[in-house]
């Protein structure tokens, strides 16, 4: 079984970009299992003087949580016309590093405002090219999400919402799977 992680960059308990995961980890195809990243709030503001051993355990935990995923799916939002700063700091921790690497990687933006957060994935695009990503390109695609597509549970029910997370998520996985083997992690290696 190979993992997707999932990783949300806002902190908002009703957030849509959330819910988006939520949903995405109820489709994942065959052979393959959601997982979500919860720990970007207990992230220490990123320091490179502090990026070495001993790191902080949720440093620790984010780090090995990447590195085990064969892929990963990114759903953020955008705040004062960029990434939220705590979904930067989280990226921050990621870069020179080996974690995410050629590591399949796509994102979907829920923004339902006039600009469509178009900064922020900008910018997302920037920072993964840093870390090495291997971007897949079909699987990032802008579907929009209102409040009135997300039930009681936070699971999307918008039947053509579904439809296109279903579409990144055979993306992504059919790139793990044309790349080879599921991830190991590299201190098994």
């Known amino acids: 079984m190979s993992d997707i992680l999932l990783v949300s960059g806002s902190l908002r308990g009703r957030s849509s970009n959330s819910a988006l995961l939520r949903t995405a980890e109820t489709l994942i195809p065959a052979g393959f299992r959601g997982v979500p990243y919860l720990g970007i709030g207990d992230l220490p503001h990123f320091n490179p003087d502090d990026d070495h051993d001993p790191l902080p355990e949720a440093v620790v935990d984010l780090r090995k949580q990447i590195d085990s995923a064969a892929a990963l799916l990114i759903c953020t ?65 802008h579907l929009p999400v209102i409040p009135t597509m997300i039930d009681s549970g936070g699971i999307i029910t918008d039947v053509a919402v579904r439809e296109g997370i279903v579409g990144t998520l055979v993306a992504l996985s059919q790139r793990v799977l044309v790349a080879g083997s599921p991830a190991t992690p590299r201190d098994e290696v």
Request: with cysteine.
């Open 77 to 141: 939002p955008e705040y004062a016309g960029a990434l939220p700063g705590s979904f930067k700091n989280l990226l921050d921790w990621t870069v020179g590093g080996i974690e995410i690497g050629d590591k399949p990687t796509a994102w979907i933006n829920v923004s339902a405002n006039a600009t469509n957060a178009a900064n922020a994935h900008a910018s997302l695009r920037l920072v993964l090219n840093y870390t090495g990503a291997a971007i897949v390109e079909e699987g990032c695609v």
